[in-house]
């Protein structure tokens, strides 16, 4: 009768373990700020960009984004070098989500639309509209000399280089502390860009 008991202890062990792990993997994810009314970056053209992933461990990956911001959404389509649509970015009133996307082979993105969602909404809002949307949160938008800082819980969470003005496009880099990335943006239409 006492071995009963003993072969349940390992397994609940390892049930435990197992709900542990899983747990922490979840707080794994960086947080993610308020978001800023779409309106606040409503523009009636498409934005095109390259958009590069530089994780702190592993390879580069370059996507070329379509970028469409209305009232309603935010949608970014994500085309692999060759022209497949990877997948499609999705913000709007039901939160962040990837939609399927035809590039077969191709490997998903491993990162969560909520946090690429995010680090569009820093690099294309206005100051004004960040700072009104983080009010009253963990979260704060502060900009100095060339830079925009975000900020959660008073830690550097990222800063982007040069200062975003979305009046003015140009090749933004952010580095993501909180997230391990490095993502640099580059407007297709720069100088130099075919």
């Known amino acids: 009768m006492n071995r009963l008991p003993r072969v349940r ?6 049930l435990l373990s197992a709900l542990l792990l899983g747990l ?3 707080s794994l994810s960086p947080p993610v700020s308020p978001s800023p009314p779409l309106a606040a970056a409503v523009t009636p053209e498409t934005l095109a960009s390259r958009l590069t992933f530089t994780p702190e461990e592993g390879e580069s ?6 970028i469409r911001i209305t009232p309603e959404a ?4 994500l085309v692999t070098p060759y ?8 913000r709007d009133a039901q939160g962040a ?7 077969p082979g191709e490997p998903p993105l491993p990162i969560p639309p909520a946090w690429l969602a995010s680090r569009l909404e820093w690099s294309l809002w206005p100051r004004a509209a960040l700072e009104h949307a983080f009010s009253g949160s963990a979260w704060q938008v502060a900009e100095r000399d060339d830079q925009r800082d975000i900020r959660y819980h008073g830690r550097l969470a990222a800063s982007i280089t040069p200062r975003p003005d979305p009046a003015h496009p140009q ?3 952010l580095d993501d502390r909180q997230g391990g990335y490095r993502l640099t943006i580059t407007p297709l239409d720069q100088e130099g860009d075919a």
């Open 9 to 14: 202890r390992p397994l609940a062990l390892v």
């Open 24 to 26: 922490s993997a979840c």
């Open 61 to 66: 990956r370059t996507l070329i984004a379509f």
């Open 74 to 77: 935010l949608r970014a389509v």
């Open 83 to 90: 022209g497949q649509r990877l997948t499609t970015l999705v």
């Open 97 to 103: 989500r990837f939609e399927a996307g035809d590039a």
């Open 171 to 173: 090749t933004l880099t």
